[in-house]
């Protein structure tokens, strides 16, 4: 509960001269287990079930329109505008200088999950196990997508997770494994605001469904509305695979194969976006950019894979091992039940509907090699290495959009439009669209990883590792805007205006700005030196220290991240520090037994406390206009000097914001994830008392203490579609 909590950093203690009490939270977990024979000697069942309740206010911070803003809202004739604003709650306090709105909205949780496990032996050579898992999770996200009360969705979700495993013993030294498993996931969104668009004269197309579109005010940080709600999603994992394991001399062969057939059923509803660049657009009806697809959105997609291994583990002389291994996976290319896809083909500026989005990837052979040596032949010093090259099977989200595309769907985007007229512009045959296009080159996302590392035993109960560790990642997936003006700033010279006569599908229409397509041309890099010591529990004492340096590159981060990239005919530009890279970490844990002795009130004492440092997140700064490549919130700013920061991440995180400005018609050249956030410093502390009850009985009291010393921790979030910490210049006023 919150009783101990301390005060988050943004939940003000006043506002508007009135006190608010602390957040609220409230977490209960309970359960419990039974288990036992069910034929004794042979077959035997363990049960459990686990549950959550969790209700927790979380602080919400918006950006909001002032007083006078408001009066003029209510002074204007947009209808539109003033229809609006009583779902924007009215400033009580300010954020800098700028009217803001503190609050809090709740966020309930409510998990129950059960289990079944049997194992049955039905020789002495054969051996039946099954397990099944469910759960239903239900969650109100009320953050999510807004940053004011009053909108977000709520989740209702059902997992299911069934394996069965048959082992049959050939032999000493000859085992067969066969598993057959499944997996269920059925889940939906709901938005919580299910305001009717028309109600407040909002009009983009046929089908609407209830709830407000995103409305986005770029220069105060506004944000509120449904985006792609209601949805839900239907998977089911079938996995049949068999592993034989054969010991033969001083080699221990296994031999394997996976099949694994993955079915994604969705659908999903649009309302819509509106962008607004300021409060003065926002008054005006002026839309930067409007955006909804209108139409059928669902989907049946499938994705079958096919897998072959074979290792060895090879113990050339008892000091020295190798690590043998080669798979072969055939990820086959997705397919849809209804034939829904369709990509833009930017060879011949059309829509083109196709079987198969992107060619087979049926050539992954994946050698893996590896070696243990123990130097000194006395088991106090071994030396470890290894490689391996690993592919990975791409994820069904890659070509969901093209079942959006035209003719089920039409993609509408249009730009700097008054609000009244959007109604014409997204009923009856679209001026605009954005189809969504896929390379038809796209390869499976490949890593490599290598390492090299020594552990030499320090004492009898404590070692140390020190290594080198290394990752290249190839063929990765990113968006780019092939539509990218080809002179900044001048729409005309976009590559496509129209689709062209010869389009199978509403040949000659026009083209948004912006056409992302997805491609796998993206490549990622990581060296680390990790250093670690484990000491196992002696004199009272045991602990584990870990320190790594290292350094993640790449040109996005995230799959199906939106268009991050500054250039997209030049993703190299965008070639800077991960999103997630920190380039210093240390942990330390530990349980230490105090030395009290006696009788039970003062024996049994334990402190287990977990200290962890960590250096910052990078932070994206991008700008908010679309004049310069038809794409908002991608192009970086200029800076005239270094940007030094303060240290202090409540109050004006950049020491001098006065050297950045927004670049008119040309790139800027402060470099993607260039500057660092504020870094991590952590300290838990458990308090746990022991007392042996009876031989078989002991009574355990714990209190645990989280971020003991009280310190602001803060991570990096994500601001729309960008993955990191974004901070975003407003775009030019007008």
């Not at 008892?318 to 080669?326: A, I, K, N, P, R």
């Not at 730009?415 to 796209?442: E, H, M, R, V, Y």
Request: aromatic share 10%.
């Amino acid at each position: 509960n919150d009783f101990f909590d301390a005060r988050n950093a943004f939940n003000r203690k006043f506002v508007a001269g009135n006190h608010v009490r602390i957040n609220p939270f409230k977490r209960n977990q309970f359960g419990g287990d039974f288990g036992g024979p069910i034929h004794r000697g042979s077959t035997y069942f363990f049960a459990s079930y686990e549950g959550l309740r969790q209700r927790q206010n979380l602080t919400t911070t918006a950006g909001v329109f002032s007083d006078a803003e408001r009066a003029n809202i209510l002074a204007s004739t947009n209808t539109v505008a003033q229809s609006l604003l009583p779902f924007v709650p009215v400033a009580n306090g300010t954020l800098g200088s700028q009217p803001a709105f503190f609050s809090s909205a709740v966020a309930p949780v409510d998990i129950d999950q059960t289990t079944v496990d049997i194992s049955h032996n039905i020789s002495e050579a054969d051996r039946l196990h099954g397990y099944y898992v469910y759960q239903r999770d239900h969650r109100m996200e009320a953050t999510a997508g807004t940053n004011i009360p009053g909108f977000g969705d709520t989740r209702d979700g059902h997992r299911q997770i069934l394996t069965l495993n048959e082992t049959h013993v050939f032999s000493s030294n000859v085992v067969n494994e066969a598993r057959l498993g499944g997996n269920r996931i059925f889940i939906t969104f709901e938005p919580n605001n299910m305001t009717d668009p028309g109600s407040v004269g909002i009009n983009l197309g046929p089908g609407a469904p209830l709830g407000l579109p995103v409305i986005t005010v770029q220069s105060i940080g506004l944000g509120f509305g449904e985006r792609n709600f209601p949805q839900g999603r239907a998977d089911s994992t079938i996995v049949l695979a068999d592993t034989l394991s054969y010991i033969r001399g001083r080699h221990s062969f296994k031999f394997g194969s996976e099949l694994r057939n993955f079915r994604n059923n969705n659908f999903a509803g649009d309302p819509g976006s509106l962008t607004f660049a300021d409060v003065a657009a926002f008054i005006n009806g002026d839309v930067r950019t409007a955006a909804r697809t209108v139409g059928s959105r669902s989907s049946r997609i499938n994705e079958a894979a096919l897998d072959f291994f074979a290792q060895d583990s090879w113990k050339v002389r008892s000091y020295l091992t190798l690590e043998l291994g080669l798979r072969y996976a055939w990820n086959m290319t997705p397919s849809e039940g209804a034939g829904r896809f369709v990509t833009f083909d930017p060879t011949t500026a059309s829509l083109v509907q196709t079987s198969q989005p992107y060619a087979q990837n049926n050539k992954n052979f994946q050698p893996r090699v590896g070696f243990s040596w123990d130097v000194f032949r006395n088991g106090n010093t071994v030396l470890r290495g290894g490689y391996a090259y690993q592919v990975d099977q791409p994820i069904t989200g890659f070509v969901t959009g093209l079942t959006a595309n035209p003719p089920f769907a039409l993609p509408i985007s249009v730009s700097n439009q008054n609000i009244s007229a959007l109604s014409s512009l997204f009923n009856g045959t679209p001026a605009n669209i954005q189809p969504f296009a896929l390379d038809s080159n796209f390869k499976n996302a490949d890593i490599q990883s290598w390492n090299l590392n020594v552990q030499h035993q320090v004492t009898k109960s404590m070692g140390i590792m020190v290594g080198y560790f290394g990752t290249k990642g190839t063929h990765l997936e990113i968006d780019r805007n092939i539509n990218q003006f080809q002179t900044l700033g001048q729409s005309s010279t976009k590559p496509f205006s129209t689709l062209s006569a010869t389009s199978a599908f509403l040949p000659g229409t026009g083209l948004a700005t912006t056409l992302r397509e997805s491609s796998s041309v993206a490549n990622s890099s990581y060296h680390g030196l990790w250093i670690s010591a484990n000491k196992r529990m002696s004199n009272g004492l045991q602990f584990n220290a870990s320190y790594t340096w290292s350094h993640s590159i790449d040109e996005a981060s995230r799959n199906r991240n939106g268009i991050v990239v500054q250039d997209s005919n030049n993703l190299g530009d965008s070639r800077g520090s991960s999103d997630f890279d920190a380039r210093q970490r240390l942990v330390l844990n530990a349980i230490y037994d105090l030395p009290f002795k006696g009788n039970r009130l003062v024996s049994g004492w334990s402190v287990a406390p977990i200290l962890s440092l960590q250096s910052g997140n990078p932070i994206n700064i991008i700008v908010g206009t679309n004049s310069i490549t038809g794409l908002s919130n991608s192009v970086r700013p200029l800076a005239s000097a270094p940007l030094q920061t303060t240290g202090d991440p409540l109050a004006n995180w950049f020491a001098n914001p006065g050297v950045l400005s927004i670049p008119t018609n040309t790139f800027g050249n402060v470099g993607r994830n260039s500057v660092v956030g504020p870094d991590f410093k952590n300290l838990d502390l458990s308090a746990i008392k022991n007392t042996k009850l009876t031989e078989k009985m002991n009574l355990q009291f714990r209190v645990d203490a989280f971020d003991l010393f009280k310190r602001v921790l803060l991570i990096t979030r994500t601001t729309g579609s960008r993955a990191g910490c974004s901070h975003q210049l407003p775009p030019h006023s007008g």
